[in-house]
Antibody, heavy 126, light 110 residues
Framework: QVQLVQSGAEVKKPGASVKVSCKAS????????MHWVRQAPGQGLEWMGW????????KSSQNFQGRVTMTRDTSISTAYMELSSLKSDDTAVYYC???????????????????WGQGTLVTVSS | QSALTQPASVSGSPGQSITISCTGT?????????VSWYQQHPGKAPKLMIY???NRPSGVSSRFSGSKSGNTASLTISGLQAEDEADYYC??????????FGGGTELTVL
């Protein structure tokens, strides 16, 4: 079945950057959008953005004010999310999750998100 | 974009029905039929339960149903079971082409 396997936990200092990977399997990676969502400890879900692995187009939440960069390497079916200028409140579990087929042209973020990766804990601490 | 409003917690006894509300604005919930619901057990990734307000993905129990009226969407779980105890999140597409989640609701099965 469709699987998204993410990279391992990270510990970073304030001001640093972190790059999380998400390897897709059992489907054609470039055929579906990929979302990134995070969850701070004991808190709710927060949408970060999506990437179209086929074109490389991205859309991100204004909440991250240009700190987030989403990329992909189609040769290894892997999506990446890099968050820069880390602060303590960026401590969270970061999830990748599959979005709609690449043929969807409207309301990309409105399409159901399924499945999700297992999550990657990023801890920001001095 | 502010988070959608959900009750912090709801509870019910086995066999009963419960409803979780998700209130937004005309710029999100009220403006589109792109409302989804996710179930999350402790330490696990979220799981899609309802999409496009009322649709259930294959494999999700028919005990789960969704609806919407105006700016408020709702998730109803009938015939509560112990395994339904989890956190539930709604989400909605917005006028800025982004996605917003609710704050989450903790369901306790008494």
């Amino acid at each position: 079945q469709v699987q998204l396997v993410q990279s391992g936990a990270e510990v970073k200092k304030p001001g640093a950057s972190v790059k999380v990977s998400c390897k897709a399997s059992e489907y054609t990676f470039t055929d579906y959008y990929m979302h990134w969502v995070r969850q701070a400890p004991g808190q709710g879900l927060e949408w970060m953005g999506w990437i179209n692995p086929n074109s490389g187009d991205t859309k991100s939440s204004q909440n991250f004010q240009g700190r987030v960069t989403m990329t992909r390497d189609t040769s290894i079916s892997t999506a990446y999310m890099e968050l820069s200028s880390l602060k303590s409140d960026d401590t969270a579990v970061y999830y990748c999750a599959r979005g709609p087929p690449k043929t969807r042209k409207i309301a990309v973020a409105g399409h159901p998100i399924d499945p999700w990766g297992q999550g990657t804990l990023v801890t920001v601490s001095s | 974009q502010s988070a959608l409003t959900q009750p912090a917690s709801v509870s019910g006894s086995p066999g009963q029905s419960i409803t979780i509300s998700c209130t937004g604005t005309s710029s999100d919930v009220g403006g589109y039929t792109y409302v989804s619901w996710y179930q999350q057990h402790p330490g696990k990734a979220p799981k899609l339960m309802i999409y496009d307000v009322t649709n259930r993905p294959s494999g999700v129990s028919s005990r789960f149903s969704g609806s919407k009226s105006g700016n408020t969407a709702s998730l109803t779980i009938s015939g509560l079971q112990a395994e339904d105890e989890a956190d539930y999140y709604c989400s909605s597409y917005t006028t800025t082409s982004t996605l917003v989640f609710g704050g989450g609701t903790e369901l306790t099965v008494l």
